[in-house]
């Protein structure tokens, strides 16, 4: 590592770095039946009756009116059909409730705790979650970093790895006993707390308020095999207990959560200027690596990962975009050197934030329509909730795609760009037309069934009409000469309306010559009924 990447920044900043973490999820209702639609999981009115609960979080209603100039430049920024995605409308239409954590700003502090004993300590700035109609949503953490002896590139590499962790990585296991079956079969968890992949958590994450902790996370004390359905501790600290209770959250990516940073650094801009393609601290920003650890070594795919993720519109001011599926980066110089970074810096906290925010969002919906197309192939073919759960997923589906999922969210340039590779980086294309030909796949299918289903019951109409029109039309008929007056015709007459309604579902139950027969004999069954039979 250059010595460069060691050393902090030496001049005084208001803050040296910004950072996001970004928890999207999936939530649904517990206390609604599994088998239930995606709307009746999903309902917004529970999430505000928990959420209105909880002391600590207040909506936060829509920017239609805004009150300061930073939300007059952010809400401008947007189209107007994209706000409603991005803000709390607080009317019946919403697509969203939006709240915030009431902490105490400036004396409210987001402390990673490294097993080395080092500590990262950065200023929350806000803390805020949606929960969307769709059954998805984002909490997200805004923290500053003012501290000088924490301003070092490195530094920032190691904040974004060990601050948005969520859950350990793959846990270690013992090498020396691979080949062996005692390797697959191995469950000391407190003995794996050592071993190198531990290396990439830190040992505890807490939120703090004036020194008192009230949100922590202890992340080297696994001495179980952890819960995989269980929510994050950290993220069930900051949300209302009864909300852990009745909601079910489940992330929408790993063990960790989306990363987006600003960062100033005269020295580190100038570098990528020269050669960004081949800067490795580039590449561990971008792909969200620490210390010595890069997860590209070969030169030429390592050139080709930083072309394809990096955006280079403003390369000569020394300013640098990257981002992958699990962060949104920017490098520029520093604060104190050059006005425009002072712009960046706060475009990375609005508008950008913005656009990340929405692509998660779209994300989040993908992920969670798949799983209930999945959920909907495990039903029965004959189960009655079948077709209401596909047509409950269709209408989500199509005001995902006409509320939610946007080929152009601004008409400024540069942001229509960086929306264009955010979303490439993520392959939101790919999975909504993946995604589309799955529904319409389920969709016929359900159409089928429904065919099958009329057909059956129009059969089973058809096999009525045999049994009693034809014996309907002979009794008529012969009503018509007073047979029915003689009693020693009855038992015949019974016989001949019997035969033929077996004969007409003989005809309707059969294929080819045997039909014929059978129609044969009705016509000489209806001719004796006819012309001999009365004539007696």
Not at 495 to 517: D, P, Q
């Amino acid at each position: 590592m250059d010595k460069i990447e060691n050393i902090p920044i030496k001049t005084e900043e208001p803050f040296y770095s910004f950072h996001a973490f970004l928890f999207p999820f999936e939530w649904q209702d517990e206390e609604v039946p599994q088998r239930a639609t995606l709307e009746d999981k999903n309902k917004l009115e529970t999430v505000l009756k928990l959420m209105g609960s909880g002391g600590h979080w207040q909506r936060r209603s829509s920017w239609e009116k805004p009150t300061s100039i930073v939300q007059y430049n952010e809400a401008n920024y947007f189209y107007d059909f994209v706000r409603p995605v991005l803000y709390d409308t607080n009317d019946d239409n919403t697509l969203q409730a939006h709240y915030y954590h009431k902490t105490p700003q400036n004396d409210t502090e987001y402390v990673i705790r490294l097993s080395g004993g080092r500590e990262f300590r950065l200023e929350v700035d806000d803390i805020v979650v949606s929960f969307y109609k769709m059954g998805v949503g984002v909490l997200a953490l805004h923290l500053y970093n003012r501290r000088q002896d924490q301003s070092s590139p490195a530094d920032i590499l190691a904040i974004n790895q060990y601050g948005r962790r969520l859950y350990p990585p793959f846990l270690g296991a013992p090498m020396d006993k691979l080949g062996t079956q005692e390797f697959f079969e191995y469950d000391d968890w407190a003995a794996s707390l050592g071993t190198p992949q531990y290396d990439q958590i830190p040992a505890s994450i807490h939120i703090e308020t004036k020194g008192n902790v009230w949100a922590k996370e202890e992340y080297l004390a696994y001495y179980k095999a952890p819960d995989l359905e269980e929510e994050p501790g950290l993220i069930q600290q900051l949300l209302p207990a009864n909300v852990s209770k009745r909601l079910k959250l489940n992330p929408v990516l790993d063990d960790r959560m989306f990363v987006l940073c600003w960062y100033g650094h005269d020295a580190i801009s100038s570098r990528l200027q020269k050669e960004y393609l081949t800067d490795t601290w580039w590449h561990q920003l971008i792909f969200v690596d620490a210390g010595k650890f890069i997860s590209t070594e070969e030169d030429e795919m390592l050139k080709r990962q930083l072309k394809d993720h990096s955006y280079e519109r403003w390369c000569k001011k020394g300013t640098f975009y990257g981002t992958s599926r699990y962060s949104f980066v920017c490098v520029t110089k520093k604060i104190s050197s050059e006005f425009f970074s002072r712009i960046l810096s706060y475009h990375m906290q609005t508008v950008y934030y913005k656009i990340v925010l929405l692509c998660l969002v779209q994300r989040a919906c993908l992920m969670r329509f798949s799983a209930e197309v999945t959920d909907i192939s495990r039903m029965k073919a004959r189960e009655r909730q079948l077709g209401r759960k596909v047509s409950s997923l269709y209408k989500q589906y199509l005001r995902f795609v006409n509320r939610i999922y946007f080929r152009e969210v601004t008409a400024q340039e540069q942001g229509i760009e960086l929306y264009d590779l955010i979303q490439s980086r993520m392959r939101l294309a790919d999975h909504v037309k993946d995604l589309e030909g799955e529904i319409e796949e389920l969709h016929n299918y359900v159409s089928m069934l429904e065919e099958e289903n009329r057909n059956d019951k129009l059969d089973l109409l058809t096999y009525i009409g045999a049994f009693f029109v034809v014996p309907s039309f002979i009794a008529t008929y012969l009503a018509l000469f007073g047979e029915f007056s003689k009693t020693s015709e009855l038992l015949p007459i019974a016989f001949i309306c019997l035969g033929s309604s077996v004969i007409a579902y003989l005809i309707i139950r059969t294929k080819g010559i045997a039909r014929w027969v059978f129609i044969v004999l009705l016509l000489i069954l209806m001719g004796y009924v006819t012309f001999i039979f009365p004539n007696q």
